[in-house]
């Protein structure tokens, strides 16, 4: 009897996957064993399914660090509609939720929690991380863990002291990005063991790369989204300009929708689930779009601006043509553009006076007293505190991004967390109360006819059909609730769709704030010379392609023939090479409506050798010149 590989029966058991992609068996059966491994996967390489398998797989509970919340929500909800035991702490949650997640991955039931780094030094937290089965320890975004990475995050500095509590647990480090130098610093920051090192290829074969130079962006971009098929995403720098440029796009009648964290999560849902379906052809976004979506059919991803650094460009680039078809990454250069980022880049790291003014603000804001907020959680609108405060939106943004990366304070952009209650008096108390509270009994009477609570467990709850059904308001359930829970009713968790800043020490003086300054100027000097890269990246007479595998650490020793440098040295060398130009008539010329096949061609050209001849017809393919079928090829565009 023929045993069942135990890996792929639970691929197939909770993803429904017959196989793993290239790389993710030997990562997981190097975890499997107890080792430590560092992955580095490419956009799209599914990286969670190298940490979820073995976490589901190995005893105890896999605990993964990431900072990204909304990617964070996605996996446990995905987890958890597979029937795995999943949950995930993250800023806005209460005290009690808190708790009450600890709990429960202390005393079992759970195989997978998610929880930011930040999260790893809360008194909370450090209470409770001796006494868990801890079977794995997965730590997402390793790049954030160095400050030779584009995104780093001190708090990740922390990861390492887990192997002082739980020295035998295995970390299981997986990015996307990272350049030789950050590789080995992940390495001695996280203090692996020995580990499995595995390194996918960078290179996107199948991604065609261009720089297209036009001051007329808006009309090119038509001219782009018009000449190449299928769904994509136009990705730009500012919320503003993603509801232009959608505009624009729907003027000339093309299905576009735009998308930001500054929408309310029901409208981003619904937005990026329409796009996903394909009922929106394009969808304009910020940078906080496009994480974690699993789109594997869009054919082209347009940059409006050029991004910071070659990371963040391969990263967003690469959520093109993750089906491995042909698929296109433009980026729009316009005359002021190198000149637009050099003044972003000197505004993103702001003087410390100005960090320490906007920190003295927030701590005003929620009229915060000295010595308290430790490890609390506020909603935060940037437009009401600019307003309030008289400050610039870009100055207050990259105060914060400093507080943050100095492990002061965090911060996670709007995400929806539903209101939700359980009942703890028990059916003998709670008709007594009824009696004794009759403005409150009709509240009671409809929450009980409205949702199952008769468990005693976490049920979400929507207060606006609460309302609806009482002919009531909303804020007059919400203060019902509040005095419901008050009493020891019930406990009651209000919902939030905000942004949270959470305090991760007292509030101090701004001027008793510590701030590593030769720190801060290592991470500005970096992120000036990924900005250089970048800028290079738009300037390069290279093939782009190798030149972004050079980057990441990569030899490539033949160019990629089909970046806009390729395709243009290969026009060049084509001018005197006149079997070409018979190619390109005896196409022009083929009258008949059937497919032109390779006999045919091979017996026109036969004086050409053979493996140029298919070279350049797959290049008239790339080009939309030709279109390949089943019998053939058909001539496209000539």
Known sequence: MIQQDPLLQVLEQYWDYKDFRSGQRAIIEA?????????????????????????????????????LVALMKD???????????AEAIYAGMSHRDIDRILDNAVFGGMKFLYLSPERLQTELFKARFDKMPIGLIAIDEAHCVTQWGYDFR?????????????????????????????RQDIIAKLQLKNP???VKSFERSNLVYSIVEDAQKLNRLIKIVQFITGSGIVYVRTRKEAREVCEWLDHHHIAADYYHAGLPIGERFKRQQAWIEGRTRIMVATNAFGMGIDKADV?????????DSPEAYYQEAGRAGRDNLLAYAILLKGPHDVEAIKNWHAHKFPAISTVRTIYDALANYWQIALGDAFEESYSFDLADFCKKFEQNAADVN????TLAREGLISFTEGVFRPSKLRFIMNRNDLYRFEVENKNLDPLIKTLLRTYSLGSGDWVNIIEGRLAQAMNSSTKSIQDGLARLDQLQVIEYSPGTNSAQVTFLHRRCYAKELSFDMKRLQQLEQQAFNRMQAMIAYTQTNECRSKLLLAYFGESQHTVCGQCDVCRNNTKSAQSELTW?????????NWDSPEAITWPEFEQAFHQVEESELVHYIHWLCRENKLQEVE????????
């Open 31 to 67: 975890a499997m064993k107890g080792q430590d491994v560092l992955a580095l996967l490419p956009t799209g390489g599914g990286k969670s399914i190298c940490f979820q398998v073995p976490g589901l797989l190995r005893d105890g509970i896999c605990l993964v660090i990431t900072p």
């Open 75 to 85: 996996q446990v909800e995905q987890l958890k509609k597979r029937g795995i035991a």
């Open 154 to 182: 001190p708090p990740y500095l922390q990861i390492a002291t887990l192997r002082e509590i739980k020295p035998e647990v295995p970390f299981l480090a997986v990015t996307a990005t990272a350049t030789e130098e950050a």
């Open 196 to 198: 499995f090192f595995f």
């Open 299 to 307: 054919r082209f991803v347009v940059h409006m601006m050029m991004p």
């Open 398 to 401: 990259y105060a914060i991004m």
């Open 580 to 588: 070409q130009r018979q190619v390109d008539a005896f196409i022009a």
């Open 631 to 638: 019998e053939g090829w058909r001539k496209q565009a000539f």
